[in-house]
């Protein structure tokens, strides 16, 4: 056998073996897929959202539980509504706004004797046998319940008067 037709036949050989790696079943590669090509996927979000909580609101004939939360949102958000620092007979009008009745409302003064202005105005709302005290410190309110004192009253000392 001629050397060239050797040569030719081992290539052919060479040839089928490698064919051979590659069976039926074998699929070829395909090109990959570019982001254009790729539909968006929806995110999911693991974590729930949490629905929005209500403002409060006055509870008629409710007690000072009820309401303390309602009062302390009416006088913040009056608070955050000014420009310049609430004055007493502001935050007393504020909660007569919101439907507390002016004669069981105490407020103590926004300014010293000497006339400077207070860090902190303390109000007091009767409500039935109870009170809802408050505090007002800047544009930040807290309130908290306690019973009526002794007095009949809710705040200890003089208060201003805001009829």
Same mark, same amino acid.
């Given at each position: 056998?001629?050397?060239?037709?050797?040569?030719? &036949? !081992?290539?052919?050989?060479?040839?089928?073996? =490698?064919?051979?790696?590659?069976?039926? +079943?074998?699929?070829?590669?395909?090109?990959?897929?570019?982001?254009?090509?790729?539909?968006?996927?929806?995110?999911? $979000?693991?974590?729930?959202?949490?629905?929005?909580?209500?403002?409060?609101?006055?509870?008629? +004939?409710?007690?000072?539980?009820?309401?303390?939360?309602?009062?302390?949102?009416?006088?913040?958000?009056?608070?955050?509504?000014?420009?310049?620092?609430?004055? $007493?007979?502001?935050?007393?009008?504020?909660? =007569?706004?919101?439907?507390?009745?002016?004669?069981?409302?105490?407020?103590? &003064?926004?300014?010293?004797? !000497?006339?400077? &202005?207070?860090?902190? =105005?303390?109000?007091? =709302?009767?409500?039935?046998?109870?009170?809802? !005290? %408050?505090? !007002?410190? %800047?544009?930040?309110?807290?309130?908290?319940?306690?019973?009526?004192?002794?007095? %009949?009253?809710?705040?200890?000392?003089? +208060?201003?008067?805001? %009829?």
């Amino acid at each position: 056998m001629p050397r060239s037709a050797a040569c030719g &036949a !081992l290539a052919f050989a060479a040839l089928i073996a =490698i064919a051979g790696c590659t069976g039926p +079943d074998s699929v070829a590669p395909s090109p990959s897929a570019t982001a254009t090509d790729a539909a968006p996927q929806p995110t999911v $979000s693991a974590e729930p959202t949490a629905a929005p909580v209500p403002d409060p609101v006055l509870v008629q +004939d409710g007690t000072a539980d009820d309401n303390a939360p309602y009062a302390q949102f009416v006088v913040a958000q009056r608070a955050a509504e000014q420009d310049a620092r609430l004055r $007493s007979s502001e935050l007393a009008q504020a909660l =007569i706004d919101a439907g507390f009745a002016a004669d069981a409302i105490e407020v103590t &003064a926004d300014r010293t004797p !000497l006339g400077n &202005a207070t860090d902190v =105005i303390s109000f007091a =709302i009767l409500v039935g046998d109870a009170c809802i !005290l %408050g505090e !007002l410190r %800047g544009a930040e309110a807290v309130t908290q319940t306690a019973p009526v004192l002794g007095t %009949g009253r809710c705040l200890v000392g003089a +208060d201003v008067s805001i %009829g």
